[in-house]
């Protein structure tokens, strides 16, 4: 299985952006996702995650009220729609699936720039 994640771009503070996520290969498997994010010359940090069946989410305190993540698993898919973009939300951001009680499986990451 491999995650591909798109969306990232540059907006202005204030802005939106929604980040896709989808994955390919065997996919009969339906996993806890979840969406990260890593700002130059900080260590990666937990955005938000989502259950299989998309009924229970977890959001960073940093992001609560202003990102929302959903899943179509029909699609094999998961989205992070970022609103109300705050200049320290700039970061690659990367989704990841836990597999067998961790996250070790990872997309390329996406880079999100917000502008002041």
């Known amino acids: 299985v491999q995650l591909q994640a798109s969306g990232g771009g540059l907006v202005q503070a204030g802005g939106s952006l929604r980040l896709s996520c989808t994955a390919s290969g065997r996919t009969d498997s339906t996993y806890p996702l979840a969406w990260f994010r890593q700002a130059p010359g900080k260590e990666r940090e937990f955005v938000a995650s989502i259950s299989r069946s998309g009924s229970i989410t977890n959001y960073a305190d940093s992001v609560k009220g202003r990102f929302t993540i959903s899943r179509d698993n029909a699609k094999n898919a998961v989205y992070l729609q970022m609103n109300s973009l705050k200049p320290e939300d700039t970061a690659v951001y990367y989704c990841?699936?836990?597999?067998?009680?961790?996250?070790?499986?990872w997309g390329q990451g996406t880079l999100v720039t917000v502008s002041s």
């Open positions: 990841a699936a836990n597999r067998f009680g961790s996250y070790n499986l």
